[in-house]
């Protein structure tokens, strides 16, 4: 269980592909997570996600706790029988959600306090309870709780959120019971190099059948966010795959595939989506409400196989987001994750076949 | 083309079964038509719709004149193709919305001066407009432009919007050109029995392919419905399909079915899914936000075999509505629609073995 396994590698760079095992079946990476936040991909129902190729999905501790709580998934038989997904599950630990969406965060050493930024009550967040809420969920890989300093601290607050972070790894690995699941440690630091590289060196010493790079893309900025990458590859061990979190900008992945990452999550497929944007060839974003859009018969993109490009024009999809009609997200959702996985499917025969840099070039060829 | 084939009757009432011929395909009788109001039924997919069986859906002029405009649907090849449904559409005249959503409307003999309720704009919409935009629209089945008086007018208003339908529907005959649609007259009259009559009387003097009852359930409450559906129904030509409009509660189509009504439509499925309500085994609206469902492992129906019921808890369901999530709202319009079309089929299916009465007793063992 939990075994990767390397099957091709890029020459020109760190890229390969490789296959994950978990109790809910193999993942074939690169690969794109989409984030069921709340235990639903917004719009999509469980069979056409997998219709849609979709091998693994996210979700969080943070939201799930405070509804309808871990211990009403667990009762309902598990998060997979709950939301009716029997593929594999990944799910993120709380600690990034703590700090941005609580409220009156405390950070002590034993854990984090916070208010529910839904009613405001106090719950307190600790890596064994981050572990036992996980637990009950029953995902296939959880994450370590962490503490991810905000992009903008100085070296001594983020040397403390990255030394606290840990410590809660270890108190993680003790608290966790179940075999069945793998643990994940996210690599901290912030952008500061020497706290990156120290963080990779300190997490990597423990054989973990997976390794995260957390407090990134949190508007730290896009050079910050490759050098952070740039410094951490080095460490992490080559058998085991490599999380890039919260990154899913098409170029963005590409381009970290080729540092060696192989897992990525993302909320933006199905957020754009909802803010009528949609991702055209290159990846780059399009506003679903532009007046040329009017009158135009073509679908988003011509040679898409999505089900919104195969059947609806711009034209309709336009007035469908005009109207804010439910019909609109669900269909710009279902073109830009199906363009995702795609995406992923299309890096990996790419690696196949000694030729990635075709794909890079597609989405790095102008400026975006 | 619009001939309509009556195949069973049931005994023990005016119920009968019967098919309507359109250039889109045939629609098997009695039937609900889901309304699509901007041109989507709300949530769906055509494909879905059609999976479901759903035979033919509604559309209205009203909003679809303001936004996109009926030029531009005309444009993009009429609105069959434009939503991607090529079964059977009817579409609403906009007199009844004119009323309802409309600003400022100042009713002429010539026709409606109203502002939109989007931006304020100021149209004119008149009979001859309204078939006009009912061309540009392309439905199989087009309505007359009619004055829908509010459910509390006296007799002497009602009278004068029951005359100018009349004076009205002459004009919509006049000004149509396409011989591919069916025109229905709106019969009108309110709570007054006389003024149903002479309505009845005057409309079925046209060899129209079909007949509608408007002005119900509008707020007039049950019982006054009731008595205009049995003041009408003798004079509707028994080789016509009768139309009953804006009825969709469960328990009330049975039994205009009974009076002899064959078609019906209604906000009602999805609407009611919105707001996280669903119909139980009898037709009764049910909460979603119940606590008891919180830990409810059961579907909403133990027998009902929609895509929400097959697969679906309450338990799950609850959480999507408490959470205002697309999924939640998606699958609670899937159960509502499914509800209602397979009530259609039962009925059909019934009134061909004799046993209609087993329906009614269902929906009416127990009050509403």
Redesign the interface.
């Known amino acids: 269980m939990f075994e990767f396994t390397i099957h091709d590698r890029d020459p020109k760079s760190q890229a390969r592909t490789g296959s994950f095992q978990t109790p809910h079946g193999i993942i074939e990476t690169p690969c794109f997570m989409p984030c069921g936040t709340?235990?639903?991909v917004?719009?999509?129902?469980?069979h056409e996600l997998k219709e849609m190729g979709c091998q693994i999905m996210l979700s969080n501790t943070y939201h799930l706790m405070l509804?309808?709580s871990s211990e009403?998934v667990a009762?309902?038989?598990g998060l997979h029988k709950?939301?009716?997904w029997d593929r594999p599950i990944l799910t993120d630990s709380g600690g990034f959600q703590v700090f941005s969406l609580g409220h009156m965060s405390k950070i002590k050493d034993e854990g984090v306090t916070f208010n529910s930024h839904i009613n405001g009550s106090k719950y307190l967040l600790t890596p064994e309870r981050a572990i036992k809420i996980q637990e009950e969920l029953g995902a296939d890989i959880i994450m370590a709780f962490d503490e991810c300093a905000p992009a903008d601290a100085d070296e001594r607050y983020t040397r403390g959120a990255m030394e606290r972070t840990h410590q809660w790894f270890s108190r993680c690995i003790e608290s966790k019971t179940r075999s069945d699941q793998a643990l994940f440690p996210i690599i901290q630091g912030g952008t500061f190099p020497e706290l990156r590289k120290a963080s990779a060196a300190f997490l990597t010493s423990f054989d973990t059948p997976g390794i995260a790079l957390g407090g990134v893309a949190v508007g730290e900025g896009k050079e910050e966010m490759w050098r952070a990458v740039e410094t951490v590859m080095p460490f992490l061990p080559d058998g085991k795959p490599h999380y890039l979190m919260g990154v899913g900008d098409p170029a963005d992945v590409v381009k970290a595939v080729m540092y060696g990452m192989d897992m990525f999550d993302c909320v933006l497929p199905t957020r754009l989506a909802r803010h009528a944007t949609f991702w055209d060839e290159t990846g780059r974003r399009i506003s679903m409400t532009r007046a040329a859009f009017?009158?135009d018969?073509a679908p988003l993109i011509a040679s898409c196989t999505c089900?919104c490009c195969k059947?609806?024009?711009r034209?309709?999809l336009r007035?469908?987001m005009?109207?804010r009609?439910?019909?609109g997200?669900?269909?710009l959702s279902i073109h830009n994750l199906h363009f995702l996985l795609e995406l992923m499917r299309q890096i990996r025969q790419a690696i196949k076949e000694d030729r990635l840099h075709t794909i890079y070039e597609r989405f790095h060829s102008q400026s975006h």
């Open positions: 709340k235990g639903t917004k719009s999509f129902m469980p509804r309808p009403l009762k309902m038989g709950w939301i009716q009017i009158d018969p089900a059947n609806f024009s034209s309709y007035h469908l005009i109207e009609e439910i019909l997200a669900r269909l």
